[in-house]
């Protein structure tokens, strides 16, 4: 099952904390999941409370191959969470309704939530069971979410000096059917994560750079991407920085 089918960008994105911890879902109309891979989650610190709400809003349908490269639209009956995994130490989460399932067409929500207590970048993967109906008869698909970061800084101040004067720059040029220069500028020698996304989510290209105090210059290669709109970031102690590119054909 297309798992992009099932999450698309919507805008609602709250954040809060509270001992008891229930988020409350949005009002969005619009097939999505908030906040999206671009966007990512806030950074949390060590030794202090932290809440991130994940909006959701349940499509109607969704598309399967029962065939291969033979997609059927199936209408959908609930989405689930069934875990989530990789959360750091001292955090937790709970979903509204309190399930975590999310009948189609309904809003709905996730929150990581609690104290977290040892610093570090926390990949989390989010595991879904989605259930159709085909001719009366259930449909069920397990799928992942796998690119979101939980990052978790010290409470020493060091992250937000080395994220000072950090700048990811538009690409070069762009759209391009060739090759792209990226500027990355970094205050001091150090190491920073360099990702791109395509534009249902999905990563397809990940680097880490070990860049110099100054300008970092990065070339992107237009051979090992298909043509269209990508996203992509660079990320530094926890602040990432976002810009899009366009690859056009060949």
């Known amino acids: 099952m297309k798992k992009y089918i099932l999450f698309f960008l919507s805008l609602l994105f709250l954040n809060q904390f509270t001992a008891n911890s229930q988020c409350i879902p949005g009002t969005s109309t619009n097939p999505g999941i908030s906040p999206d891979s671009a966007t990512g989650f806030a950074v949390a610190v060590q030794g202090q409370p932290y809440s991130q709400v994940i909006q959701i809003r349940v499509p109607t349908d969704t598309v399967v191959e029962f065939i291969p490269g033979i997609p059927v639209t199936v209408p959908l009956v609930t989405i689930q969470l069934s875990s989530f995994i990789g959360l750091p130490a001292g955090l ?21 939530f609690g104290t977290p207590t040892t610093p570090g970048t926390y990949p989390l993967t989010a ?13 069920i698909q397990t799928d ?30 762009n759209p391009f059917s060739d ?16 990702r791109i996304f395509n534009m249902i989510g999905k990563e397809v290209y990940n680097r880490q750079l070990q860049a110099e105090a100054g300008i970092n210059t990065l070339r992107i290669d237009s051979r090992d991407f298909a043509p269209g709109v990508y996203m992509y970031t660079a990320t530094l102690s926890g602040r990432t920085i976002s810009q899009r590119m366009v690859v056009t054909k060949k």
Do not use: H, M, R, W
């Open 127 to 139: 595991i879904i069971v989605t259930t159709g109906s085909f001719f009366g008869q259930p449909v």
């Open 179 to 194: 090759y792209s220069d990226i500027d990355i500028l970094v205050p001091v020698q150090t190491e920073v994560e360099f």
């Open 92 to 112: 937790n989460y709970s979903c509204n309704p309190t399930n975590c399932i999310f009948p189609a067409t309904s809003n709905g929500c996730v929150e990581i």
């Open 144 to 173: 992942t979410i796998d690119y979101y970061l939980l990052t978790v800084t010290s409470a020493t101040g060091i992250s937000e000096y080395n994220t000072a004067g950090f700048s990811l720059k538009q690409n070069s040029p």
